[in-house]
Nanobody
Framework: QLVESGGGLVQPGGSLRLSCAAS??????RGWFRQAPGKEREGVSC????????YYADSVKGRFTISVDNANNTVYLQMNNLKPEDSGVYYC????????????????WGQGTQVTVSS
């Protein structure tokens, strides 16, 4: 089970930190995907559970940081300098592979948390 938290409404330029607590998973790849209204779901940032390789979408590089607390089996997404185009439902998931240039499709998904960036 994957349970997200931390979404909300924030002004442009603001920050949010998303959390995803996992139960029943060990040493899995983790990732964050988002879906905006009328758009396809896209991979935002993922991390390889084995070697720590990370992936970031070009649109979030330098602004978002993914991290894992293995002791608590929780993955985080720190989002800084948020923009209106970052708005959407953010899903925690377990991608089947993660390489620096791609976050693979996921086999388990959380329920999603809404992020809205608006003034």
């Amino acid at each position: 089970q994957l349970v997200e938290s931390g979404g909300g409404l924030v002004q442009p330029g603001g920050s949010l930190r998303l959390s995803c607590a996992a139960s029943g998973f060990t040493s899995y790849n983790r990732g964050w995907f988002r879906q905006a209204p009328g758009k396809e779901r896209e991979g935002v940032s993922c991390i390889n559970g084995g070697d720590g390789t990370t992936y970031y979408a070009d649109s979030v590089k330098g602004r978002f940081t993914i991290s894992v607390d293995n002791a608590n089996n929780t993955v985080y997404l720190q989002m800084n300098n948020l923009k209106p185009e970052d708005s959407g439902v953010y899903y925690c998931a377990t991608p089947i592979y993660v390489v620096p240039t791609l976050c693979g499709p996921a086999d388990y998904w959380g329920q999603g948390t809404q992020v809205t960036v608006s003034s």
